[in-house]
């Protein structure tokens, strides 16, 4: 597991960090792991400079390319899920955006994959991986929509764009229980689901979790 370095980047007072996990326990996230995790994390340099006096907001914030960093409730929200059945080895992610949630990820499982389909993010991402000293993320440019198959199977599969429909190659990139934790659907009517896989059938359960709002999860590639 990777643990940040963060000397050099507590800019940002102990106080406003506390503030944020203080509003995520009274929302309901209550693994103590996960709270410390985005205690640690400095999410303001996963912004740009005109941004990152409001990093420690629970709030969505603009990354360009018309993208957006998650807000930490949801970032919290997925990743506790993830982790309720048991400590976790592989995850795919498929969405690195500004790179936050596999930061936080990466502080939690043995080793994060995480896929972009926009080469500029990606490039700004790896290089915030390499300054945290973060070396359990392994990236792709590529379209997630697939998932990423060289790597085997996941125990873990989180989606940070919505599709409107689950696709077939994430639920058959899961490990034996496996868990998928995926925004599905269009505009203002995505669902936050949990998809487990059962045992080492091809069958699966599926959980309403929450409704949530994420960027559409769009096909292959862009520069
Ligand atoms: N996890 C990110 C959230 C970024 S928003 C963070 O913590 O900042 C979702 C991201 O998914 C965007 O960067 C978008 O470009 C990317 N995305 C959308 N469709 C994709 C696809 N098919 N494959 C890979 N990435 C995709």
Redesign the pocket.
């Known amino acids: 597991m990777g643990s940040v370095d963060f000397d050099g980047v507590g800019m940002t007072s102990q106080r406003t960090r506390g503030r944020l996990v203080q509003r995520l326990k009274d929302q309901g996230i209550t693994d103590q792991k996960v709270l410390d995790v985005i205690r640690v994390t400095p999410r303001h340099l996963?912004l740009d400079e005109a941004l990152s006096h409001r990093a420690y907001e629970d709030t969505a914030l603009p990354?360009g390319?018309a993208?957006?960093?998650?807000q930490p409730y949801i970032?919290a929200l997925m990743t506790q899920i993830l982790l309720s059945r048991g400590p976790l080895k592989r995850v795919l992610?498929?969405?690195?955006?500004?790179?936050?949630?596999?930061a936080i990820l990466a502080q939690l499982v043995d080793e994060v994959y995480s896929?972009?389909?926009?080469k500029p993010?990606l490039i700004k991402a790896r290089s915030l991986f390499r300054q945290l000293r973060l070396r359990n993320i392994i990236t792709s440019h590529?379209?997630?929509?697939v998932g990423w198959s060289e790597n085997g199977l996941y125990d873990g599969i989180i989606a940070?764009?919505a599709p409107e429909q689950v696709p077939d190659e994430l639920l058959y990139q899961l490990a034996p229980d496996g868990l998928l934790v995926i925004p599905v659907g269009t505009g203002e009517q995505q669902e936050l689901r949990l998809i487990s896989r059962q045992g080492d059938t091809y069958k699966f359960e599926e959980e309403v979790i929450e409704r949530v709002r994420?960027?559409?999860?769009?096909?292959?590639?862009s520069r």
Do not use: N
């Open positions: 996963f990354i390319h993208q957006t960093i998650s970032v992610e498929i969405g690195t955006g500004s790179g936050y949630q596999a896929v972009e389909r926009i993010l590529s379209d997630g929509g940070t764009a994420f960027v559409p999860l769009l096909g292959g590639t």
